[in-house]
């Protein structure tokens, strides 16, 4: 009997799922240590989605196993939309590592969150393209691009609230480094053009 899974889609979603119940586990740990309220909020928000994009995966995976049953697409992260970054930077605060967990702050909470979403976005990217079951490639896919929301949701608040500055070049250097690029012209080079191919010996 052929099997319905690839071994490398099969570690590959292995390693998903582990890193997921550790990501969940991560922010559990952290959850006590946010003060703010609004990222307390987006914390428990963010929380309840990974447990349930985590049990839809499992669900997937169970279906694929040999019952080829659909299971429906899983749902898409949605963020704040309307959403101004701020560019600069304003007296940076110096960092470095806490050496209590008495000195954990909001900043620290936030920025472990980031690194979580962005860790978790680039993991699924890549077993997306290892994929050759096309349910399960969509589902990391659809995956990535939820990490990638939930991660943006958090920078928001750390430039927001100034822990996640934005340097700049000046406007010169910016302006000069893209103008450096200009559009193709296919037609001028040949492409697109039903020329035959000539083989030369």
Not at 42 to 53: L, N
Not at 58 to 75: F, H, I, K
Request: aromatic share 8%; proline share 5%; charged share 15%.
């Amino acid at each position: 009997m052929a099997a319905h899974l690839g071994a490398h889609e099969t570690v590959e979603a292995h390693e998903i799922l582990t890193s997921t119940i550790n990501a969940i586990n991560t922010m559990q740990l952290y959850r006590p240590f946010a003060k703010d309220p609004r990222l307390a909020q987006m914390m428990d928000k963010q929380m309840q989605f990974a447990i349930t994009e985590y049990n839809h995966a499992v669900q997937t995976l169970q279906n694929l196993n040999g019952q080829r049953q659909m299971t429906s697409p899983s749902a898409a992260y949605r963020g704040d939309q309307n959403f101004t970054p701020v560019y600069g930077l304003d007296n940076p605060a110096v960092q470095s590592p806490n050496m209590s967990t008495a000195q954990m702050d909001d900043r620290d909470v936030a920025s472990c969150l980031l690194g979580l979403h962005k860790a978790s976005a680039t993991m699924k990217i890549i077993a997306a393209l290892e994929c050759a079951n096309p349910q399960l490639r969509a589902m990391m896919q659809q995956g990535a691009m939820n990490c990638s929301e939930q991660a943006y949701e958090v920078w928001q608040y750390m430039n927001q609230s100034g822990y996640y500055q934005v340097p700049t070049m000046k406007e010169m250097t910016t302006n000069t480094v893209l103008s450096g690029y200009e559009t193709a012209n296919p037609t001028a080079t040949g492409f697109y053009q039903n020329q035959p191919m000539t083989r030369t010996q």
